[in-house]
């Protein structure tokens, strides 16, 4: 539990300036995590962020018996970048097959150890997550793919059980829809399975490109990586591998919005430009100066910004995790901003607690319209999860008054030292115990 105060006196009155640090990607890192389980032997991550989702998915591998080791610099400093850390796992020869609901329902990710356990095992049982905060995220494409793969899918007391005693078989198959959980557990099932296996329509994010690169080289065969169809020659045996993560652009996305929110002049050392290109040139097109250096790249904003539209779509459009940032940035730009929201059906609950802030918006069905206002004012809010806990939370920097977010639990989850990082560049942001 907990809260994060932010004080402000409304947008661009106290702007941001210094350097933030963006580590590993928390959707790369988990799923990189899983992968471990596909080679015996030790396997170690490397850039890993300091969340809990770390410490539940390493939980989640020791039950399936795994030695795991999760190590942070003792003295791990936002304000020089120090945070990341490292996972060791060692992967035994005979896994246990079973995910239990407890660690499940804590981390929707774990639902990727399904592809390796069925890819090691022959067989998995995996708790299904269940809803969450953002929509029923279904997994229709995780279990048809591996069906198409050969295995038995069936859902059974809260459980996905898959067998499969012969072993996985290549095949043609593509998804519905780019799904990145789906994509990730198919090439995960893939890598071992027997002949080649084509997928069509995958997810593109540049953590499926990661995960895909730890995979070649811990010995898997796969071509057209970062690509839309991705062709596995299945190997009998992967070896283990020593991999850095890749860096988080939803954490560098979120620093370029709070710096389009609050004004100021950020380097966002870490920040990847063109995993953002989309998101940057429409924060470009409205008035914000974007610069590359040789670590990252800068953000600068000294005056209101003109609103824009945005459509979420599956990489490389505009993303779904940055959705409530530009909802909170056209809350206080100037003019009117249509914001679709086409990959999570109840993103929208987020609307709400941003209203409370006064924003004026309307929603429908997944639409929303946002005529900026020229300031919010500070309000007790709740973040619902990461993403709209972050979105709350730039919201106060652009708020006048105080602003509680209450259940910054969720922002931890996604945002390793957010209030410490944001108050070393200038921001008025404090914990508050509960
Ligand atoms: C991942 C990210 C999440 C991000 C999302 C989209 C992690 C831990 N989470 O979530 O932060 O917002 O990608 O970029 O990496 N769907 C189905 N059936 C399926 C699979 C998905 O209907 O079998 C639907 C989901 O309900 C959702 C949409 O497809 O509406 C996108 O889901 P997906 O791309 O799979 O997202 P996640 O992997 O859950």
Known sequence: MGSFRVVSEGPLTRPLSGTVYVGGAKNSALKLMAATLLAPGRSVVHNVPDILDVAVMGELLRTLGCEVEIAYPEDADPTTGSTAGRVTIDVPEELEHEAPYELVRRLRASISVLGPLVARCHRASVALPGGDAIGSRGLDMHITGLQELGAVVRIEHGQVVAEVPDGLLGTNLWLDFPSVGATENLV??????????????????????????????????????????????????????????????????????????????????????????IVLDKLVASGAEIESTETGFSVRTHRRLRSFDVSTLPYPGFPTDLQPFAMALAAVSSGTAMITENVFEARFMFAQELARLGADLRTDGHHAVVRGVPTLSGAPVVAHDIRAGAALVLGGLAAQGATVVAESQHIDRGYPWFAEALAAVGADVSRLQD
Request: include cysteine.
């Open 188 to 277: 995960m099932a893939a890598v071992l399975a027997r002949g080649t296996t084509v997928i069509d329509n995958v997810a593109r994010e540049p953590e499926i490109i990661d995960l895909c690169q730890m995979l070649s080289a811990m010995g898997a065969r796969i071509e057209g990586i970062s690509s839309s169809t991705l062709v596995i020659e299945g190997v009998e045996r992967l070896h283990p591998v020593e991999h850095s993560t890749v860096t988080d652009r939803i954490v560098a996305g979120t620093w370029v919005f709070a710096t389009a929110i609050a004004g100021g002049d950020l380097h966002i050392d870490g920040g990847v430009t063109h995993h953002l290109d």
